[in-house]
């Protein structure tokens, strides 16, 4: 089955055909730039269900909401992290007055 990513929108520049069964991951991403992200949300949605109707669509939303949703473990480390350092530089001077 080849599919064509700009399926619904032809004043698209460019052009991809992927075999996607040949595809060895059992997953697709795409990525669209717009001015306005969230303008595309439901032309996407419809893009890809003239595609495959059966088709179930994750993650779906802007690369800032998916950036913060992928890097929040990793904020969340680094925030414990700086409250450990606080909390060694508070208790430090009290441990050399014993």
């Known amino acids: 089955m080849w599919a064509p ?5 032809p004043t698209t520049p460019f052009q ?13 991403t795409v990525a669209v730039s717009s001015a306005r992200p969230e303008a595309l949300t439901q032309p996407m949605r419809q893009a890809i269900a ?3 109707p059966q088709l179930a669509i994750q993650q779906f939303g802007t690369i800032r909401e998916v950036t913060k ?10 925030t414990v992290l700086v409250c450990f350092a606080l909390l060694g530089l508070f208790l430090a001077p009290s441990a050399c007055m014993v």
Not at 5 to 9: E, K
């Open 69 to 78: 949703l992928v890097t929040a473990s990793a904020e969340m480390f680094s």
């Open 50 to 52: 003239a595609l495959d």
């Open 16 to 28: 991809v055909y992927i075999p996607l069964a040949q595809e060895t991951w059992n997953y697709v």
């Open 5 to 9: 990513l700009s399926a619904s929108f």
